[in-house]
């Protein structure tokens, strides 16, 4: 919740202020939105934009050439893969300390970052943890079985 407001519009936008607020002249004030904003066409990009330029540029990630949803960033043997859908993203790593760097960083360029390390549902699909295998399995046996 509030990815969009993070980015900055990249045409100007105007607003009409509410009535309750100036009641004599409300139909001729106008203020310019300097932010984003949810609702509009662009919001989602300029969100990805926005987010791309930090992960890219500020974290040295590298974008994924044929996915654009998945960065990577590789130290020596550890290795950490974020995959990102609108405002949701899926962070692992091979150590939970560079997971904490990462969260830490980000939260230098953003305003919120909300984290959950267990879930049982990630955009539409049920994640099933087993941690003695080290594994974790995505699939979609609720879409399925509602689909029936």
Not at 65 to 71: E, K
Not at 102 to 129: A, C, E, N, P
């Amino acid at each position: 919740s509030g990815a969009f407001l993070e980015g900055v519009q990249d045409i100007p936008q105007f607003a009409i202020l509410p009535k309750e607020l100036f009641p004599d002249d409300y139909d001729q004030l106008r203020v310019e939105v300097k932010g984003n904003w949810y609702g509009t066409k662009q919001a989602p990009k300029i969100w990805n934009d926005h987010l791309d330029e930090i992960l890219v540029i500020e974290m040295g990630m590298m974008r994924c050439p044929v996915d654009p949803c998945l960065y990577l960033k590789r130290t020596g043997e550890d290795i950490i893969i974020l995959c990102v859908h609108v405002d949701d993203g899926k962070l692992i790593s091979t150590k939970k300390e560079y997971l904490e760097e990462f969260l830490q960083t980000l939260l230098q360029h953003v305003r919120k970052v909300k984290i959950l390390w267990t879930y049982s549902r990630y955009i539409g699909m049920d994640v099933d943890w087993y941690p003695e295998e080290q594994q974790v399995i995505l699939n979609q046996r609720t879409y399925i079985e509602q689909r029936d």
